[in-house]
């Protein structure tokens, strides 16, 4: 295709992940000519929902919505653009010996259910949800910033920096030093500090461990603990919500939202490299030769694929490209979706209670079982009994499945990126295997109602979405790699060494989840180099 | 009865340092040390006819600025340096690290040019991330949330210094200090033996693994008190630091009793007034513990004194002492295969790699202990005969992980050592005369170091700075009034004296170079 002025946008976005699209949107409404190109036949990347088997709606990625900026939402009105969310009203913890524990939006049931396990805990369980709920709130406002460069003296910066400083001089001296114990610990002990009942601290502990390749033994994990609590909107409950047909319809209401906003979106479109010119990016080529140019381009994807396999690393400063080498991003994280024919029966499930099976089921009986699932990866391998975090779709939206039929949804942790001698069709039935055996424990009719089995390895979300190492959040939220460090120090503005162009996915502040932060920041500094 | 201005319960290097620039700041000062050695655990005693070993750290330093001022020279003090550390490997292999950075980089190349090459870089990196922590560790930290006067001086002081680095160097030290060491050794390195070896400095003395976030950190606080790699003890042990202290103190006009008896500080309306101790009552107008916070507000204080929510904070505090020690007593210099005689005089370390020392962590996580555990071998006699008979020998050495919480049995554990060794060492068992064995349940119960914790409080950066060794009281003061904290359980942590020269400062005394 030779160039006319029809290839021709102000501004293209690589990658129709929600982040592409909220960056895409806003620019949309701020009057630029954009250009979404997603290589997949769908948008969402990571936030998808596909029918996987004829009538079975899976959820093969991201499953629950709490981080979403309200901003966005209301910024970009996906409401009129079909979103609904759905917040889910419980948590399930079987335990091994036919006992469970469970949280209700009852906050009373709740305290008795804890109470039964400790009395001290229901005690100590409001005044957590308060200080968690406190600090997350005090943190907030660092997620819509442009994360400001401490060793640069512009005015921005320097501007940027008293902000920072005023957040945190706002809290108080106790919460100041709470929070920096938090952000340094593991989840593990800084639970030990509040709690004594076993599943307790295990169900918690799953906050500070999800999509982290660490234990909750781990120093770090406190700080991921937090990130997932800063969405907790309503306190004392994991505010945590279910989109009316799945994630990806969030994906396709921003989508809609974009497309209103004048965005041209064209799936089945593999970039394969970035056109760079003196230093500036003029444009994209992709796989199959076509050309586009542009005056602005924005890179959806993690750091590791833009940097290192969409651009030419003569077109980079040797430090950054060491930055972006350097950058982790090994993964445990995999999804399975199931199809069943039927519910399943947890054996541990009071009778009456069925309304549990609505709500998150955590396989997470206790702070050594996930150590344990940990241990058993870390050095290239899976764990014998994973930790899981369950959910069946179709009794939250009947239409994820055929009437009758159910979906369940099952993040599961941990199975290395890096697995001894590497993934193959093999390793991943037998580790689909592990994941059913280990369900089918507490909910022994499982076997029997399972109609189909899909799996998920970090193998196959970086074949197939394109997340390097198959990472939830394209790149560890290690402490090294947060805020003005995140992906790399002096390029955590959403900018880049390479003139015009921009960088709008996970891999920068404030990191991975269904946030839509990133999107909306890079919009903004796009928009404040080109208003 | 003479009476005393200040009374300094326990007897490490911080708490003498106090001493001496307490006295020189015209204050009198008495010791008080329940033990029979001056140092409690840091000290050197013997523990078979003839040899003597150190208790617990096996290594440390004093820092210089203070050696200087107190002239520990003139007092005795006389440093040996271990100038090369040894990595033991599989198949009884080994190579020698020299202190001098040329020469290491060429040994480095025997086995790696990409990592001979970055060596350098690396250390430098690592100068300017502890310069930058021993400046922090030179002061009381921050006092107020938002920070005031004093403390803005302080962190501006901080920030320049990092600023002055250059802007890549400010945000590299400002990662390094939250980073796992098996990330950091993967950033630079990729010989698996040298990663271990630089790496095991990072989980010395925690009861951490290698894949932990901030381990960087603890690397550093080794290195920024002087004893991260290459390390240095004194002439006649460890004790030796203490000894040059303690007689500078009494030229400074401190007094100094040992075997005192059992001590605890007297409160009167929240005011501490002075300490009984034995059947005595002595009067002070100023308190000072040498010990842990633990110790000093469950034993030392009577604890209807303090508010729950200060008990609360000292019972988070992690201790988590995880480190064996063992003293042998060998008829004769053993030898190591391919190690040379002059590298016996360094310290030899078997942690061949990172993934090694996180599998000697994980038995160690769930209370057993490791079977292939991390060790550090000193023989100090090398340097210093007067620690042996003549001709024979002193092996020390450090073992992870032997968790305070486990039921570690010391006969088990020497066993476990000795054979460790025997690969590199074939004759050992037959040179051994004599074995004591510490574990962190004997540090406790003689010492009084919490859960046989030796740095009085995990090195940690959740136990640093502002946060040590209780938030809100990182300024040596305590909730009781006239109480302070002194020891290594205080900012910054160690025995380098620091904290018993920044408590000095925060009593007033100024001239820390007497006119
Ligand atoms: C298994 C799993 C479970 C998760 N669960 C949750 C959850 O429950 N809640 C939550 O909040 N978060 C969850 N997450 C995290 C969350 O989904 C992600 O952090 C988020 O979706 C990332 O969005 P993004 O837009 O930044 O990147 P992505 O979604 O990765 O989007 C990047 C897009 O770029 C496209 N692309 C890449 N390379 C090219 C190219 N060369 N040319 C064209 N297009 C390209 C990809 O196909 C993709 O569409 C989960 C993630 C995973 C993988």
Redesign the pocket.
């Known amino acids: 295709m030779s160039k006319t002025s029809n290839n021709h946008y102000d501004v293209i976005v ?7 699209l909220v960056n895409a949107a806003y620019l949309g409404k701020a009057g630029k000519k954009v250009l979404v ?4 036949h769908t ?5 998808v929902t596909e029918e996987v088997y004829p009538g079975f709606k899976f959820l093969i ?7 979403l900026r309200p901003e966005v939402i209301q910024e970009l009105e996906l409401a009129r653009h079909g979103l609904e969310i759905m917040p889910l009203e419980s948590t399930f913890v079987p335990l091994a010996n036919g006992n469970y524990l469970a949280d209700w939006p009852d906050h009373e049931a709740t305290r008795h259910e804890i109470e039964r396990h400790s009395k001290r805990d229901a005690e100590a369980y409001d005044e957590y949800a308060r200080v968690m709920k406190r600090l997350a709130i005090a943190l907030r406002p660092l997620l819509d910033m442009i994360p400001p460069d401490p060793t640069s003296v512009t005015a921005k910066d320097l501007e940027t920096m008293a902000r920072v400083r005023g957040v945190l001089n706002n809290m108080t001296r106790d919460d100041f030093h709470l929070l920096s114990r938090l952000m340094t610990m593991s989840a593990a002990d800084f639970l030990d500090e509040w709690f004594e009942g076993t599943a307790l601290k295990g169900t918690k502990c799953t906050s500070g461990i999800i ?1 982290t390749f660490m234990g909750p033994r781990s120093p770090g994990t406190g700080y991921v603990l937090l990130h997932h609590y800063i969405g907790e909107l309503d306190g004392t409950f994991r505010a945590w919500g279910f989109a009316r047909g799945g ?1 990806g319809a969030l994906s396709q209401a921003i989508a809609s939202a974009a497309r209103e906003a004048g965005v041209e979106i064209k799936t089945n ?3 394969a490299h970035v056109n760079v010119k003196n230093g500036e990016a003029t444009g994209v080529t992709l796989e199959n030769g076509d050309e586009y140019t542009a005056g602005i381009v924005v890179s ?3 750091a590791k ?1 833009t940097f290192l396999k ?1 651009i030419e690393p003569k077109h980079l400063p040797d430090d950054f490209v060491s930055d972006v080498n350097r950058f982790r991003i090994a993964s445990p ?1 995999c ?1 399975v979706n199931l199809a069943l024919d039927g519910l399943p029966e947890f054996t541990s499930m009071p009778k009456g209670k069925e309304a549990l099976l609505r709500g998150s089921i955590e396989i997470a009986p206790s702070i050594d079982y996930v150590e344990q699932a940990y241990d058993d990866a870390k050095y290239g391998g899976w764990s014998r009994k994973p930790f899981m975090d369950a959910l069946i779709p179709s009794l939250l939206d009947p239409g994820m499945a055929p009437p009758g039929k159910h979906v369940m949804s099952l ?1 599961v942790q941990y199975a290395s990126s890096d697995l001894e001698g590497g993934w193959n069709e093999e390793k991943k039935a037998q580790f689909l295997d592990i994941v059913i055996d280990t369900l089918a424990e507490h909910a022994p009719n499982l076997k029997k109602i399972l109609i189909h089995k899909h799996i ?1 390895t970090p193998w196959d ?1 970086e074949r197939m ?3 390097t190492s ?1 990472h ?3 790149g560890e939220l290690a402490l090294q790699q947060l805020f003005f460090l995140r992906p790399s120090p002096q390029w955590s503005n959403y900018r880049t060494p390479i003139k015009n162009m921009y960088m709008c ?2 891999s920068t502040h404030p990191g ?4 839509g932060a ?2 909306r920041n890079a919009a903004l500094a796009i928009l404040e180099d080109r208003p | 009865m003479s009476t005393y201005n200040t009374i300094i319960l326990g007897s490490s290097p911080n708490a003498l340092t106090a001493a001496c620039y307490l006295a020189r700041g015209g204050k009198k000062v008495l010791v008080l040390e329940p033990s029979e050695h001056i140092g409690g655990a840091v000290a050197t005693a013997q523990f078979a006819d003839g040899f003597k070993g150190d208790i617990g750290l096996m290594s440390g330093r004093l820092e210089t600025e203070i050696v200087k001022e107190l002239k520990l020279a003139d007092h005795g003090l006389e440093v040996i340096e271990r100038k090369t550390m040894t990595s033991l490997l599989p198949g009884a292999k080994s190579f020698t690290l020299p202190a001098d950075r040329d020469a290491a980089e060429k040994v480095i190349a025997g086995f790696s040019s990409a990592d001979a090459k970055k060596y350098k870089p690396f250390m430098q990196l690592v100068d300017l991330a502890s310069d930058f922590l021993r400046s922090a560790y030179d002061v009381t930290p921050p006092r107020h949330h938002p920070p005031q006067k004093d403390d803005v001086d302080t962190l501006s002081k901080l920030t320049s210094q990092l600023k002055g680095y250059g802007r890549r160097e400010m945000t590299e030290v400002m990662r390094l200090l939250v980073m796992s060491i098996r990330d950091l050794m993967d950033e630079w390195f990729v010989s698996p033996e040298l990663k271990g070896l630089i790496g095991s400095a990072a989980i010395r003395g925690i009861n951490q693994g290698s894949f932990a976030g901030n381990t960087t950190y603890t690397l550093l606080h080794h290195v920024a008190q002087g004893d991260g790699f290459f390390r240095s003890t004194a002439k006649g042990g460890i004790g030796g630091l203490c000894q040059a202290l303690a007689a500078a103190a009494k030229a400074s006009g401190v007094e100094i009793r040992t075997k005192c008896g059992a001590m605890s500080v007297n409160v009167a309306d929240g005011v501490a007034t002075g300490v009984t101790v034995g059947s005595d009552t002595i009067d002070a107008s100023i308190v000072i513990s040498d010990y842990d916070a633990r110790y000093t507000f469950t034993h030392l204080v009577p604890p209807p004194e303090l508010e729950p929510e200060f008990n609360r904070a000292v019972k988070n505090i992690r201790y988590n002492g995880a480190v064996a020690r063992l003293n042998l007593a060998l008829k004769e210099l053993p030898k190591f295969a391919g190690v040379s005689d002059d590298a016996l005089s360094g310290t030899l370390v078997l942690a061949p790699s990172i993934t090694y020392l996180e599998k000697a962590y994980d038995g160690g996580k769930r209370g057993d202990i490791s079977n292939q555990p991390y060790l550090e071998v000193t023989i100090p006699t090398v340097g210093d005969a007067s620690l042996a008979p003549k001709g024979k020998h002193v092996m020390s050495v450090w073992m992870q992980y032997a968790p305070y919480h486990s039921a570690v049995k010391p006969d088990h554990l020497r066993d476990l050592v000795i054979q460790q060794l025997s690969e590199f060492c074939p004759n050992l068992k037959s040179l051994v005369e004599h074995a004591e064995v510490l574990t962190p349940r004997e540090f406790e119960s003689q010492f009084h170091l919490t859960e046989g914790s030796l740095y009085g409080g995990e090195i940690n950066l959740t136990q640093a700075f502002y946060l040590r060794p209780i938030p809100g009281f990182a300024q040596y003061g305590t909730p009781i009034s006239q109480l302070y904290l002194c020891g290594s359980a205080t900012h910054p942590g160690g025995i380098t004296g620091l904290s018993g020269r920044n408590v000095a400062r925060e009593l007033g005394v100024r001239d820390m170079v007497p006119a």
Request: with cysteine; proline share 4%; net charge positive.
């Open positions: 690589i990658g129709g992940g929600h982040n592409g190109l997603e290589q997949r948008v969402g990347g990571a936030t990625a991201s499953y629950l919505i709490s981080l999509g994630t479109s593999p970039v959806n994807a993690d694929r969409l994280a999804k993040f998920m979300l979405i394109g997340l198959g939830i959040f394209h996915g996970s991975g989840c269904i946030t990133p999107g």
